[in-house]
Antibody, heavy 120, light 107 residues
Framework: QLQLQESGPGLVKPSETVSLTCTVS??????????WGWIRQPPGKGLEWIGS???????YYNPSLKSRVTISVDTSKNQFSLKLSSVTAAETAVYYC????????????WGQGTMVTVSS | DIQLTQSPSFLSASVGDRVTITCRAS??????LAWYQQKPGKAPKLLIY???TLQSGVPSRFSGSGSGTEFTLTISSLQPEDFATYYC?????????FGGGTKVEIK
């Protein structure tokens, strides 16, 4: 059964870059029938889509973050990653990685989430 | 960007109640809408996709309907494990957007 696990530093200073990795186990990341995404949730608030990446290499980002975000894949490690630069305290949140089936487009498998705190 | 407005943002209900949550899109999204359930400290769980298709393993008391700009999630008989926050998400276009959430609490 496919599982996703986020990893990365729990504390980042303002203006620095958040780098998170999502490790996919129980299946291959390199399937055209899937795409992969990052979603975040500030404490006590709702969900915000950050971006998605397709098997073809195409990426889509939230326009509010577009100039600061990069999603990439390492097929040799069965992982995909998120980099978000110049973060502020307002970006303190739980960051989730998730899989979507291309046919349904919905995120059907999620990681447990990782808390990232932006603070000096 | 397509905005999703959920209503109500909060509702108080009893076990056995029929509950309906509405999600309105700022423009037509065909049937590309999903519903998620989230419990405190947990990742969201997919309940319904393409507006009305039940995800595998989700109890049949959950149902979804709608197309275009107006969608509903219905729980036919609320169970204790259904007390949670529910989100809609549009999957018609990028950027993907979520509704603000509906918190369902015990009356």
């Amino acid at each position: 059964q496919l599982q996703l696990q986020e990893s990365g530093p729990g504390l980042v200073k303002p203006s620095e870059t958040v780098s998170l990795t999502c490790t996919v186990s129980g299946g291959s990341i390199s399937r055209s029938s899937y795409h992969w995404g990052w979603i975040r949730q500030p404490p006590g608030k709702g969900l915000e889509w950050i971006g998605s990446m397709y098997y073809s290499g195409s990426t889509y980002y939230n326009p509010s973050l577009k100039s600061r975000v990069t999603i990439s894949v390492d097929t040799s490690k069965n992982q995909f990653s998120l980099k978000l630069s110049s973060v502020t305290a307002a970006e303190t949140a739980v960051y989730y990685c998730a899989r979507a089936l291309a046919v349904t487009r919905a995120f059907d498998i999620w990681g447990q989430g990782t808390m990232v705190t932006v603070s000096s | 960007d397509i905005q999703l407005t959920q209503s109500p943002s909060f509702l108080s209900a009893s076990v056995g109640d029929r509950v309906t949550i509405t999600c309105r899109a700022s423009q037509g999204i065909s049937s590309y809408l999903a519903w998620y359930q989230q419990k405190p400290g947990k990742a969201p769980k997919l309940l319904i996709y393409v507006a009305s298709t039940l995800q595998s393993g989700v109890p049949s008391r959950f149902s979804g309907s709608g197309s275009g700009t107006e969608f509903t999630l219905t729980i036919s008989s609320l169970q204790p494990e259904d007390f949670a926050t529910y989100y809609c998400q549009q999957l018609n276009s990028y950027p993907r957007t979520f509704g603000g959430g509906t918190k369902v609490e015990i009356k």
